[in-house]
């Protein structure tokens, strides 16, 4: 078999089949009546996508994109120079490392979410540590706070931004810093023009998986932030199993796919445009 | 200094992902139920796991589809992220963009949208329902990592292999594939550990027969999620650890030759 | 006498690879049938028990109705999905004849509204929604109502559990309405009443709300009677006070989907299940209260006269169950509970 073909049709196919048809089928719910004993029936209205304009939405959306974004950030900060120390450790080492970091999540997340409750209570390992060395007297808020969520989404999601990383820091010729040196370039300069620039497809690739999915994730903000804020994971969830009303629910989920590639488009053109006219653009050699 | 700085971080983000774990092992062998108080070592929880088949055949069967559907994603989402890399055709837009709504979409939708499917499609619901759906939600994090790793290197040198009479698939066998491996093995790891802990996209789609560790884990909410699971953590976490120490040996016993 | 004893054999060993086929396939929560019980009773009927679990019982509707009711034989929805899936053709009558255990069943527990006359649910395990207290942080007899959570001295601090009919509840019984109301008018009102309680509230749990007593992070809120024998084994200074105003009730019932497979094995399993001693072992190792008077008599003093799981009747009397209440109100609800929640 042709490899480009068998690759080419593979791929086709399988998205076709189990990404397209169930994803038509969404749309199509999202156009029809909520009807909870028959999940939705017709006649067609676009009823559900009036009732998106509720300030509540875009409330949740802010919300849930201020987390992830935090998130990113986070891990990106941690990221980016554990990532960078693990490459340059010898292969075997690396490989060893990069195997340790996984194991923690081969544990259940609910038992572990769990666990990290014990370390962020009021009777927490923290608070216990703090109040022992006698820097507070009364524990401090941890759990329950933006600070838990946080907390914990960058400790599901950090493996998410390391792995790519490491593969980018790996394939940086430490040539090519040698020759920036002899050139005379400073460390900052050594970071800026060529770490930077090399490791950039690493990053965006970490950045990706780690917002998207933390934009729909809710089950970690519920259990550590209190549930006290509505993200868009829960709102979506509760129109398909509460109240049952399937349209809106299939609305509310096409318009956050949609907003969110809206967002990454513009954010693509951005940086086309600026790499134009910084004439740094290698990708469209 | 730098050193000092590094290994202060590599031990720092260490710490941070094994302090949790450290818990659970510790409350595997606290007598007490609820973890909050230690309440006298005990090994009644390792008793217990060992005489509790449903748990101990819901770990099996996780173990079985997270390494087959980490395994499959893999090699899809590695040809994916080829075709998608190199070649021009019809559908390519699309096919990125399918791959966004996957890793987008709300898992309850996607749980709905693959239960509708399956059952248009008559694939019966346990097994093979539970593997396709999982390779399917793990496919983008797979192509994401390897299409970022291929898009650094020189598009020359395929071309330049081509141009010397290599076939296609020989150019992906000897020269795409050692260039992406460690991309490869990412992806594997992340599917690996997305597959493993899925919950709701495996309650729709999976049978009465065929029934996974996470579902029966956040099952057990109702009447109080049994220390047994700290000891399956823990388990694992010491087989992984087994694991790395004796491939560590090997090495060692390697290195003279 | 040798030639019959063979022939009986022989009967029983067909007979019993006629039933090795036999099975029953259960939908319910992990570990929410004492250790053994299937084991026994494939013992003795020659059934398999196939066991699945859920995590939440919406999900549980929402699959049973895309499959169109096939899938499983015997299902354990709490109270007011009952009428819900019995309103929308889930579920299929239950033939009492062939449960000759039904009749330990507490007649002051059965015939509900949500299902009258029993038809179509029997009672399994049931328990209540009340107040949890930490007496070594909380004087304990300064709580005696829902009201008491509103007091503005608790800023911050109270657990609630994450369900909006939960939460709804309290505000319906210090306002004096039902549970189970459906007019628009009780439903704002209770929205209003509850948003004078959103300042003090600390968490929102629905997993496990004993965690949080237990974590000394909380010292008062919402709390399930299991959650809370649960607790006190663990921590004897949590108190669980029922309302003056009246506390939430619940049943989780045995049903039967209507596309069940085998529905003469599902009657099986459902009789086995209300054995008194199979009904005692459930209590031991669940925690929750049996509806079956008979088992209640075989248990250990210890339990049987426990107020948490056995409530006094003039408890059950003043509190309410939860019956199904129909799209429309649900939606005004929840669309309330959004608004709670993002803090308008």
Redesign the interface.
Known sequence: MNFRRLAIQLTLTWLTLFVLLPHALVLLTSVLTPDPGQLASYPMTLQAYGRLWDPIYAQAFWQSLWLSACTTLVCLLVGYPFAWSLARTPRVTRALLLFLMMVPFWTNSLIRTYAIKLILGNKGLINTLLQGLGLTDAPIDLLYTPFAVVFGLVYILLPFMVLPLVSAFEKLDPRLLEAARDLGAGPWARFTLVVLPLTLPGVIAGSLIVFLPAMGMFYVADLLGGAKNLLLGNIIKNQFLVVRDWPFGSALSLTLVLLMGLLLWLYARANRHINRRGGLDDSAA | MTRLLKWGLVGGVFLYLYLPIAILVVNSFNSSKYGHVWKGFSLKWYTKLWANEALMQAFSNSLLIATLAASAATLIGTLMAIALYRYAFRGKGLAGGLLFVVMMSPDIVLAITFLVIFIALGIELGFWSLLISHITFCLPFVVVTVYAQLKGFDRYLLEAAQDLGAGEWQGFRHIILPLVRPAVISGWLLSFTLSLDDVIISTFVTGPGFEILPIRVYSMVKVGVSPEVNVLATLLLGLSLALVGIAALIRRTDRPR | MPLRSLLATLCLTLASQGYAAEKV?V?N????IPEGVLEAFTAETGIEV???????N??MV??L???GGK??DVVVPSTYLVSRMR??GLIQPIDKALLPHYKHLDPALLDKPYDPGNQYSVPYLWGSTAIGVDGSVVDANSIHSWADLWDPKWKGQLLLI?D?REVFHMAYKINGHSTNTQDPAEIEQAYTTLKRLMPN????????P??PF????VALGMLWS??AS??Q???PNIVYVYPDEGAGFWIDNFVIPAGAEHVANAHKFIDFMLRPEVAKQAVEA??YATPNLSARALLDASLRNDPIIFPPSEVVQAGEFQEDIG?AA??LM?GYW??L??G?
Not at chain 3, 50 to 56: G, I, L, P, V
Not at chain 3, 214 to 217: F, R, S, V
Request: proline content about 0%; hydrophobic content about 30%.
């Open positions: 396939v939908y929560w992990a570990e929410y196939e066991y699945s679990t859920y995590d939440n919406e999900t929402a699959k109705q895309l499959q899938g499983y309103k929308e994450d909006v509230v600390r968490v929102f749990n629905a997993d496990a004993r965690e237990l974590a000394g992070d299991g959650e649960m607790a084994a663990e921590n669940i925690g799209d649900m939606t929840n959004e608004q929640k993002s308008q």
